[in-house]
Each structure stands twice: as structure tokens, then as C-alpha cells.
């Protein structure tokens, strides 16, 4: 079984900053890919940011300059800098990680529980 368990989320002011962490634990082979997904009442899930094993990110174009993704593969662990908020960032945000749990299996999804990020004054 594997868990994602996210931190960092927050209220904080329009213009400040937060990080978010998301740390793996269970069985894991090897991670294929890591991402930030977010929600926000009455819309759907999308995509933040992304990073996959060679290395290789994407981020949506809402938060383009203003975010990054990164990760410490010793802790399986991946974070999401988040700076120059603004109201429209608050959603809850969900770590997703696409791995395989044994050097045989196929790649299988599996989402952490969110984290609620405000940005509000």
C-alpha cells in the first residue's frame, strides 16, 4: 500500500508565499512521475504542476513564473513552492503520484488527501 500525506497548506495574504510538501511512504519501486494537482469549489480538478523521474516539469499556464516543483528523492518526497498568490490560487491541493510498487507491476495512480490553501485578506 502506498500514502501520500501532504503539508503546508495555509490562509495567507494575496502577494505571499507558501510551500507544500508531500512525502511517499509504502511500498514503492520506483516513481514515474509527481504532481500537484487543486480544486476549487464548483470546479474541476486540474493539473498544476508536474515532474517526472528524468526530471522533466510542467506547469499550468495560471501559474507559470510563479511556481515550481521540485523533489527530494532520497525522502520521496516532492514540494511545490508557491509565490505572488492570489485569491484565485485557494483550492484544495492534492499531491498525485503515477508509480510502480514492484519492478513487475504496472504503473498505478495514487492521490494524497489535499492540503487547503487560502489566499485571502
Known amino acids: 500500500q502506498v500514502h501520500l500525506v501532504e503539508s503546508g497548506g495555509d490562509l495567507v495574504q494575496p502577494g505571499g508565499s507558501l510551500r507544500l510538501s508531500c512525502a511517499a511512504s509504502g511500498r514503492i519501486f520506483s516513481i514515474n512521475t509527481m504532481a500537484w494537482y487543486r480544486q476549487a469549489p464548483g470546479k474541476e480538478r486540474e493539473l498544476v504542476a508536474s515532474?517526472?523521474?528524468?526530471?522533466?516539469?510542467y506547469y499550468g499556464d495560471a501559474v507559470k513564473g510563479r511556481f515550481t516543483i521540485s523533489k527530494d528523492s532520497a525522502k520521496n518526497t516532492v514540494y511545490l513552492q508557491m509565490n505572488s498568490l492570489k485569491p484565485e490560487d485557494t483550492a484544495v491541493y492534492y499531491c498525485n503520484h503515477v508509480l510502480k510498487t514492484t519492478p513487475w507491476s504496472t504503473l498505478t495512480t495514487h492521490w494524497g488527501q489535499g492540503t487547503q490553501v487560502t489566499v485571502s485578506s
Open positions: 515532474l517526472t523521474s528524468g526530471g522533466t516539469s
